[in-house]
């Protein structure tokens, strides 16, 4: 079930607030392999920039997901 999350009375698709926070999160990742030139390494960086964001986005997901569930079982 997809579950919309209220952030001061809008509604939002969890799916976007989950992308929303993996692209954050690529961002930094982004800025630390710049920083430490392994970008030089790769043939595609906007390649591994994709697929990073998914990974990010699966996990990030993943683990709303297993806090919600968490917190339903807590609440009883």
Known sequence: ??????????????GVVT?????????????????LGLYRLVW?????DL???LVLWFGVSLSGARLHESALLLLG
């Not at 079930?1 to 969890?14: A, E, K, R, T, V």
């Not at 929303?20 to 690529?26: E, F, T």
Request: charged letters at 15%; aromatic letters at 8%.
């Open 1 to 14: 079930m997809i579950d919309d999350i209220n952030l001061f009375g809008i509604f939002l698709n969890s």
């Open 19 to 35: 992308a929303a926070v993996a692209a954050v999160l690529l961002l930094l990742l982004r800025r630390g392999l710049n920083r």
């Open 44 to 48: 595609h960086p906007a390649l591994v």
């Open 51 to 53: 697929a990073l964001f």
